[in-house]
């Protein structure tokens, strides 16, 4: 996966709930914030996106994108 946009699109909307449940956070804050990448998620939710996707996804993988704005900004 390329990272967790791309990642949460794949899954079916049952998935998308199961990991949800998984990493701790809610549908609705996942769909808003997290997956276009305008909020930051702690480093606890971090890895258990990554728990939460059987290591699809990486930590450099959700680094590079979580930071992406703030480099291009910068």
């Known amino acids: 996966m390329r990272n967790l946009y791309d990642y949460w699109k794949s899954l079916s909307e049952d998935e998308k709930h199961i990991f949800c449940?998984?990493?701790g956070?809610?549908?609705g804050y996942m769909?808003?914030?997290l997956i276009h990448g305008r909020k930051k998620p702690r480093m606890e939710t971090i890895q258990?996106?990554?728990d939460a996707s059987n290591n699809k996804l990486s930590h450099k993988n959700l680094f590079?994108?979580?930071l992406k704005k703030t480099l291009i900004a910068a």
Do not use: G, M, W
């Open 64 to 66: 590079d994108f979580f």
């Open 21 to 23: 449940s998984r990493v």
């Open 48 to 50: 258990a996106i990554v």
């Open 25 to 27: 956070v809610s549908y």
């Open 31 to 33: 769909e808003s914030h």
